[in-house]
């Protein structure tokens, strides 16, 4: 499997930008579709948005859609996710996670999980 750490959660402001990294280690995140995930306290893990092995391929939970971009380089091993107009509603944890089946929107199609970054926004 491979090894995931985010980094790049914070506060912010309501309207605010964040960029997440997901630095991938022990294999190349060329073998794995990669998405982000984000839980919040007392809710169950949810899809936020996923791309496919070589970036062609994106898709986004529509709460996102339009205010956040994944984007991966597989030379670099690490996937990014890009938040702007940030609303309250954003925070939660999040997560990057990496899988072999796509599309996928469900946490448990996914075979390895980071740690987690904190994302929080106030209003």
């Known amino acids: 499997q491979v090894q995931l750490v985010e980094s790049g959660g914070g506060l912010v402001q309501a309207g605010g930008s964040l960029r997440l990294s997901c630095a991938a280690s022990g294999r190349t995140i060329s073998d794995y579709h990669m998405a982000w995930f984000r839980q919040a306290p007392g809710k169950e893990r949810a899809f936020v948005s996923a791309v496919n092995w070589n970036g062609g391929f994106t898709y986004y939970a529509d709460s996102v859609k339009g205010r956040f971009t994944i984007s991966r380089d597989n030379a670099k091993n690490a996937v990014y996710l890009q938040m702007i107009s940030l609303k309250p509603e954003d925070t939660a944890v999040y997560y990057c996670?990496?899988?072999?089946?796509?599309?996928?929107?469900?946490?448990?199609?996914?075979?390895?999980w980071g740690q987690g970054t904190q994302v929080t926004v106030s209003s």
């Open positions: 996670a990496a899988g072999r089946v796509l599309p996928a929107t469900d946490p448990r199609r996914f075979d390895s």
